[in-house]
Structure formats: C-alpha cells, structure tokens
C-alpha cells in the first residue's frame, strides 16, 4: 500500500527565505506526482505535476524535483511571500485497490510573516 | 476551459439525517470522477472512483454510497449520517492523470 509523508508538518520563515518541502512516498511505481496548494476552507489548486519519466518542473518562484527511484520530491519555493501561507500536499498518482487515484500525505503547513 | 462544481458549499445535517452532495464537471466529456474526505487532523482519503456512468468504485468500506446518473454528474449520499463522516469533501477529475478539484463541501454532523 502506498504511504505518502510530508516533512515537516508546519513551518514558519520570515518574508524572503528560501525554503524546502519534502514529501517521500513508498511505493516507486507511480505515473506522476503532483504538488498541491490548499488555503484554509478551501479546495485544493494544483501547484506542479511531475511525470513519473521528469526530474523537475518550474512554475515562477516554485521548483518541484522527483527522484523516483529513492521515492522523494522537494517543492522549493524561493523568496517567499505573506501569500504563499497555505497547506501544502504532495500527492502520487499510482493504481490502488479500485484504480488510477492519489494518495496524498497530510501536508505541510506554511506561515510566512511579513 | 473545464470547470468543476460542488454544492452545497457548507452544511450542518443531525446524526442519523440523510446526505447527499453533488458534483458535476464542465467542459469535458468522460472524465474520470472522485470523491476524497479530508477529516480534521488526516490528510485526504478518497472514497469512491468512476470511470463512466454506472460504474462505481470504493476504496473503503463507509456509510456512504456513490452514483454517477450522468457523464458528468458524480453524487456523494448517505442513508443515515454519522459523527465520524464529518469532514471536508472534494470532487475531482482527472485526465491524463492529473486531477483538478472542486471548491470542497464542508459537512458538520451533530
């Protein structure tokens, strides 16, 4: 069975750090991971997607890296912003026991103070 | 552009009432549907999976149930609520294996 954990659980930086996530998942076969951004109350905005074939995806200040074969991704943000507080989910996209779904760890919750 | 839709966005049921959520997709045909919970202090479990109408698939055994009477309408019901199914519930589609998420239905039971 698939576990997805996220490390650490929260964390807090003041405005303008660089800062990792870090998501380990134990099952390698997997199709694609993909990282998400959920804001309290609300559902989850999808952040990157890494095919289960790439290293790394860029979308503006964020960098997601897989390394499938160790069963790890980081999400790097850089320059971090007051707005960027929110959950953040990794979850692996893989065949369960009723077909292709996510399993997602319990995220990693983000503060960043002005 | 495709968009998902959920409602209600909130609600308040007493134990034992019966539930049912809805979801529906736009902008794209035969998707496939699911339906997570996100409780308090756990991370998402999903529940059910369909691949088209008719065609259901449960990943935990629950006190809920799932139909999909159309192509892209995906119901989430319950008979009798309990405590415990309080939680966060979130309809998505996927496509080429990456999944898009409705804004979530916040259920409370007391």
């Known amino acids: 069975k698939q576990e997805v954990t996220q490390i650490p659980a929260a964390l807090s930086v003041p405005e303008g750090e660089n800062l990792v996530l870090n998501c380990s998942f134990t099952d390698s076969a997997i199709y694609n991971l993909q990282w998400f951004r959920q804001d309290p109350g609300k559902g989850l905005t999808s952040l990157l997607l890494?095919?289960?074939?790439?290293r790394e995806q860029t979308s503006g200040r964020l960098n997601a890296s897989l390394d499938k074969s160790s069963g790890r991704s980081t999400l790097y943000i850089a320059a971090s912003q007051p707005g960027d507080s929110a959950t953040y989910l990794c979850?692996?996209?893989?065949?369960?026991?009723?077909?292709?779904?996510?399993?997602f760890g319990k995220g990693t919750s983000l503060l960043v103070t002005p | 552009s495709q968009t998902i839709h959920q409602w209600p966005a909130t609600l308040v049921q007493p134990v034992g009432s019966p539930l049912s959520l809805e979801c529906t997709v736009e902008g794209t045909s035969n998707p496939n549907l699911y339906w997570y919970r996100q409780a308090a202090g756990r991370g998402l479990q999903l529940l059910f999976y369909?691949?088209?109408?008719?065609?259901i698939s449960s990943e935990v055994p629950q006190n809920l149930s799932a139909s999909r009477p159309q192509d892209r309408q995906f119901i989430l019901s319950s008979k009798k609520l309990l405590l415990s199914d309080s939680g966060f519930y979130l309809c998505a589609w996927s496509v080429d294996y990456e999944q898009f998420f409705g804004p979530g239905t916040r259920l409370t039971v007391l």
């Open positions: 979850a692996v996209f893989g065949y369960g026991n009723s077909g292709y779904a996510l399993n």
């Open positions: 890494i095919q289960s074939s790439q």
């Open positions: 369909s691949v088209g109408i008719g065609q």
